[in-house]
C-alpha cells in the first residue's frame, strides 16, 4: 500500500511541473505574397533554473518543404510577473511560390523532457500577372540616378562660395600683417658708472701711466691738464654744471656753497697752479704735483655720493604714429581670427548639408 502511494504522488508531482512548462508557437502574418518575409516566434515558459533547447536551424535552411528560413534564428528572454521565464526562439520565413503552407510542431526540450508547439499554417499568394496584354508588360528597371536639381544644390554652393570668399578675405589681412613688420618694443638696462668712480679711475690712470716725457722732462702741462678734466667732468656729473667749459675762478665761486672751506681752498691751489703750469709755464716741483693729485682724490672722496645706482632702466618711448600702427595690428588679427572662425563654421555646416543630401 505504501508503494502504490508514493506512486500515485510521484506521478501527481509530475504532473504539477508538466502543466507548468507551456510550449507555444506565433506566426506574425498567415498570409503573405510570393518572395514576402514574415516571423515565426517558438517560446517556452519554464521556471528559473531549467533547461531549454530549440531545434538547432541555420539561414537558407527549410523548414517545411518550399518554407525557407532567412536569417539564422536567435533567442530573447523575458521574466514573467508570476517569476517564471519566457524564452522565445525568433525566425524569419519566406516562400516563393503560392500554396498553403503546412508548419509542423516545433519540439522544445525543457529539462531533457521533449514538449510540442501547436500546428501552424502559411497561405502564400501570388502576384497578378496579366498574361492577355502581353504588350503592357515591362521588365524591371536598372538601377537609376536620382536627377539633378538646382533646389538641392543652390544654397550649398552659396555657402561654398561664401567660405572662400572669407578665406580669401583672411589670406589678404594676413599679407596685409606680413607687411608690417611689428613694432618691438625692448626695455634697455644700462649699466651706469658713479660720477666719482670714473674720476677716480681716471686719476689712477694718471698715476700709474704718467704722462708723456718732452726732451727727457716731466710734461707738467699734460699732467694738469688731464687732472683738472678728470675734475671738470667729475663736478659736471656731481654739480649739475657745466664745469668743462668754465674757469678755474668761476668753478670756484659756484662751488662756494661747499660747507668744507679748507677742501674748497686745497681746490683753489690746485687750479691755480694747473694755469699757471699750462699758460705761464711754471714749473713745480714734483713734491707739489703729487699733493695736488691726493687733494684732487680727497676732494672727490668727500664731495661723492653714494649709493647711487649701478644701472639705469630706460623705457621705450612709442610715437603717435607706432600706436596707431600696434592699433591696426591688433585690429587685424581680431579680424582674422572672426574671419578664420566664420569660415570654419560655414565649411562644417556645408559638410553636414552635403551628408544630409546624401541621402
Request: glycine share 2%; proline share 3%; charged share 25%.
Amino acid at each position: 500500500m505504501k508503494r502504490i502511494i508514493n506512486t500515485i504522488f510521484l506521478l501527481a508531482l509530475a504532473t504539477v511541473i508538466n502543466a507548468q512548462v507551456t510550449v507555444e508557437s506565433i506566426i506574425d502574418s498567415v498570409q503573405m505574397f510570393v518572395g514576402q518575409q514574415t516571423g515565426l516566434h517558438v517560446s517556452a515558459t519554464v521556471k528559473g533554473g531549467q533547461r531549454v533547447a530549440f531545434p538547432k536551424l541555420k539561414a537558407q535552411q527549410y523548414l517545411a518543404p518550399g518554407i525557407e528560413i532567412v536569417e539564422k534564428p536567435y533567442c530573447d528572454t523575458t521574466e514573467m510577473d508570476d517569476g517564471m521565464l519566457k524564452i522565445t526562439q525568433h525566425l524569419t520565413l519566406t516562400a516563393w511560390e503560392d500554396s498553403l503552407y503546412y508548419i509542423p510542431q516545433m519540439k522544445v526540450k525543457v529539462d531533457g523532457r521533449e514538449y510540442l508547439s501547436k500546428n501552424l499554417a502559411l497561405k502564400v499568394l501570388t502576384v497578378n500577372v496579366d498574361t492577355v496584354h502581353t504588350n503592357k508588360f515591362f521588365g524591371p528597371k536598372d538601377v537609376q540616378d536620382n536627377p539633378f536639381l538646382w533646389s538641392e544644390w543652390e544654397v550649398l554652393l552659396l555657402w561654398s562660395s561664401l567660405a572662400a570668399l572669407l578665406y580669401v578675405l583672411c589670406w589678404l589681412v594676413y599679407l596685409r600683417l606680413k607687411s608690417n613688420k611689428p613694432i618691438v618694443l625692448k626695455v634697455r638696462i644700462v649699466k651706469r658708472i658713479p660720477p666719482h668712480q670714473r674720476a677716480l679711475n681716471e686719476i689712477e690712470s694718471i698715476k700709474k701711466d704718467g704722462v708723456s716725457i718732452i726732451d727727457g722732462q716731466f710734461d707738467q702741462k699734460a699732467y694738469y691738464t688731464q687732472l683738472t678734466d678728470a675734475l671738470r667732468k667729475y663736478m659736471k656729473e656731481r654739480f649739475h654744471f657745466n664745469a668743462m667749459e668754465m674757469t678755474s675762478s668761476e668753478i670756484i665761486a659756484r662751488l662756494k656753497e661747499e660747507d668744507d672751506q679748507e677742501k674748497l681752498n686745497e681746490l683753489r691751489m690746485l687750479f691755480e697752479t694747473a694755469d699757471l703750469v699750462k699758460f705761464a709755464k711754471y714749473q713745480v716741483a714734483m713734491s707739489e704735483n703729487d699733493r695736488n693729485l691726493v687733494n684732487a682724490v680727497d676732494f672727490i672722496n668727500t664731495t661723492k655720493q653714494d649709493n647711487l645706482p649701478t644701472e639705469e632702466r630706460i623705457e621705450p618711448t612709442v610715437t603717435e604714429q607706432q600706436r596707431q600702427t600696434m592699433r591696426m595690428r591688433l585690429s587685424l588679427k581680431w579680424a582674422m581670427a572672426l574671419l578664420i572662425t566664420l569660415a570654419s563654421a560655414i565649411v562644417a555646416y556645408t559638410c553636414w548639408m552635403l551628408w544630409e543630401l546624401r541621402w
